[in-house]
């Protein structure tokens, strides 16, 4: 007899750098299982994937074994929808194409889908977040870099090779600020993420010399996104000064992306977006000023409903109800 | 007893400020007729409806009737696919929101489905020219302006208010070329349009009075886009330059929008795409240069076969097989 899906349960797996956490996950996005493997302990794949099982199984049978389980979702770095591959992802010890989907669900004997940490994201807000129920929405995260999943038509947007949504690198200040690992100028990532901000602030102090600021009391060498956000919040002017400057090139990007998709909704998430109005109201102030009037005062820019610890494992388990049953 | 979808036809319409055109088209793309009528002769929309069904309904007859048409397409300034209305169209007479669709969905008593140009074009490309078989797309019209469709996973992208794909609005250069018609600065329209064009070569003109050109031969008020392609045919270094300047600024937009939606093609069409490789090679150039390596040498930069005189025509009649039956 089959189960109703308010008995079922997805697995999530956010397989990281570092850990792979794991979760079994019922349709409304409560967890009911944590637990994590490491990730980078094993050579062969084989091995991680014997690993992985071993961790989860104990959980699937106390929610009523395999036959409860919907399906597995898998959120990773450098992770194709289409093939279900992570296809050179320079953090992992596993090099090349490797078909992690068909490997977890041979093993598994269920279903699984993978896809990339911020199109899981996206996936997940519409499943349980801020975008439930939503058609068209672009989830943005500010954190180390920036990434970013979009929803069009109720459905992602993967792009004929899996790879699309890279909003991150497109570039807004051409010849502007060089991005480090990728050599490119001025594209948002080297702007508006935490590294971003810490680099606007070194400038800034080294650029005005004569401008009093409570960032000066750190060496230049300690000065990181938390101590901008600290000074900002005590009033100081060259640090709210960062998060103008950083609001200013973030709200051009998201105009240019509005007329792209025109979604509802941008919905945030990661650490720089924690900074609140600091950095959102320089950013929707910059954005409906570059707007086209048909669609000025219509986008929302809102904060992901998901808790930070669970995002990627909701997300990744959001896939699995995503599938044709 | 239905009438097989090989001897159906899709009424096209094509709603343009001076002249309404119509087709009738088969599902291959094949018009059997054509006809217009004047658009702003009428200042009620009920008395050019009227109009436009005297016109159209011989052709209708001539075809075996009503009963052979499966319904009706429309492509209008300003068209909103959602509610199949045209909204503050600034060329037309009829001001405000007119319910264009529904009209001549009653008059004709047949299904009717509207959306703007741009976007009747990418479907037209889609259903009968370069883009047969694609489901992730970019359609870029090369004019007097910039327009756009966009297509992923095989649907047209409309976002949340059915406007989305004004690329030509997308800010590329900030603090650029002001556009007269928008107030905004730096946007892909002011250069990457006949009229920016002409504005790059005039701009090359006066500042370098030095170098030599062509296009001196001419008043500064009679240089157009025209006389820029024909001095570049002929060699002329300036003139080359313009074109060099426009691809430059093409393909860092093009590398953006790639990055968005990873779109197996980008599809032009319209005056500015004729100049063929005079801008197509800049414009690939740096759009490649500016691409993520996992983007790079994917991008097929292909050009329209839809003939210029019907492509209006067959975009509004293709929306019609995009129906449900």
Redesign the interface.
Known sequence: MAIPISQQYAIGIDLGGTNTKFGLVNHRGDISYHGSILTNKHEKIEDFINDLYEAIIPAVNDCGGISAIRGIGIGAPNGNIYNGTIEYAPNLKWKGIIPLASLVSKKFGLPARLTNDANAAAVGEMTYGAAKG???FIMITLGTGVGSG?V??G?L???????????G??????DGRLHPG?G?HGCLEAYASATGVTRTAIEFLEDKPETPSLMRSYAIEDIDSRIVFECAMKGDKLAMEVYNFTGKILG?AL???V??????AIIFFGGLSKAGDLIMKPTRDHMEK?L?P??KN?VKLIFSELREADAAILGASALVWEMKA
């Not at 007329?259 to 509802?264: H, I």
């Open positions: 939503m058609k068209d979009i069009a038509n459905q947007i993967y792009g004929h090779d899996g790879f699309a949504g890279e909003l690198h497109n570039i807004i200040i051409p990728t490119e051009l105009a240019n992306f007329m792209f998709s025109s979604p509802e570059h086209l048909i669609f219509k």
